[in-house]
Nanobody
């Protein structure tokens, strides 16, 4: 599957953005989806994940209550709605997907779980 991330940009603190990750090449409802981010000089970190059906979602603590991950399998797309953005949310955001049969709840936060990555989209939050 090929992933294409979009929707990044420059926004003031407190503002909102919605990222999209469009998948092509395979039936996307066979894949779990996730968003990671990487700030300058830092490791790529897990932000949010969603199961194949979209019934279960996971978030890193720093974005809980502000970010929402969702998916539309009919459109082969995963979204990340980001509200109340903070300067510390500034990073390149990457979407990822995996179709491992192992339980998603076991290691959804690990980079190594994901086999497919999008190219990244820059999110910059000014103070």
């Amino acid at each position: 599957v090929q992933l294409q991330a979009s929707g990044g940009g420059l926004v003031q603190a407190g503002g909102s953005l919605r990222l999209s990750c469009a998948a092509s090449g395979r039936t996307f409802n066979n894949y779990n989806g996730a968003w990671f981010r990487q700030a300058p000089g830092k490791e790529r970190e897990f932000v949010a994940g969603i199961t194949r059906s979209g019934t279960t979602t996971y978030y890193t603590d720093s974005v809980k209550g502000r970010f929402t991950i969702s998916r539309d399998n009919a459109k082969n797309t995963v979204y990340l709605q980001m509200n109340s953005l903070k300067p510390e949310d500034t990073a390149v955001y990457y979407c990822a997907a995996d179709r491992s049969p192992t339980s998603y709840s076991f290691n959804y936060y690990l980079r190594g779980r994901y086999d497919y990555w999008g190219q990244g989209t820059q999110v910059t939050v000014s103070s």
